[in-house]
């Protein structure tokens, strides 16, 4: 009985930690990433830790080999399967809460941002992006910026150097940490960030990611994020 017990509280936590991932979770951490900030940072942990006595308890009392191994399998089993739902929680997650192009556009935006959104969202519109994009950012007179995550490595100034030549673009910027590029009188600026980035487009006379604007000029655009 203590046994059954125990193989049904690690089923439900499987349950609980795949939706606690799929609310809760980063989507550009691995299975394993995931998996272990679940156990730390959410109910997983609880979970294994009861999971983990009701077996040791099963272990101890029981009388024949196999209810001895099915007490140390039962544990195991639930890492493993918590394993096995973190990817599929975290796909959920960014399908849900993230798209795969930036949105700068507004519904019942106020002139003038409404023109300034629409020639950020041209500009944006003009080149091939990497990542998935977060609906929120900043928006204004000053330019748009938005947010990405990577589900991969990859790197994305190598991207935007080929990306933005190839759509037109100039670069006149590019010093390793963040790359900007002009055409017509637009600007455009990415800077890479932990597990993602974030772009920026707006005129060619004004500062990136709206620093000394709606934010103090030299502040950590990464960190604004979180």
């Known amino acids: 009985m203590l046994l059954v017990i125990g193989a049904a509280l690690a089923l439900l936590a499987v349950l609980v930690h795949y939706e606690f991932m799929r609310i809760y979770g980063d ?19 609880l ?22 191994l099915l007490a140390v399998a039962i ?30 556009l507004t519904e019942g935006t106020a002139e ?7 020639e950020s969202q041209q500009a944006f519109d003009s ?25 991969g490595d990859a790197d994305v100034l190598q991207h935007y150097r080929a990306a933005l030549p190839a759509a037109g673009w100039k670069v006149i910027e590019d010093d390793g940490r963040r790359l900007r590029a002009q055409r017509d009188g637009r600007a455009f600026e990415v800077m890479p960030c932990p597990g993602g980035g974030v772009i920026w487009a707006g005129n060619e006379e004004d500062p990136a990611f709206g620093q000394g604007t709606v934010m103090p000029a030299g502040s950590d655009i990464c960190a604004a994020h979180h």
């Open 75 to 104: 544990p195991v089993l639930m890492l493993i399967g918590m394993l096995a739902v973190t990817p599929a929680a975290l796909g959920q997650k960014m399908e849900k809460q993230f798209v795969s192009a930036p949105q700068c």
């Open 112 to 118: 003038p941002l409404a023109t300034a959104d629409r």
């Open 47 to 68: 979970a294994l830790g009861l999971v983990a006595v009701a077996a040791m308890i099963g272990f101890m009392i029981s009388t024949r080999r196999w209810m001895r």
């Open 27 to 45: 989507v550009s951490s691995t299975a394993f990433e995931g998996l272990t900030w679940g156990l730390t940072a959410g109910p997983s942990g």
């Open 127 to 151: 080149i091939s992006h990497i990542g998935h994009f977060s609906g929120g950012g900043m928006s204004g007179v000053g330019g748009c910026t938005r947010w990405f995550v990577l589900s």
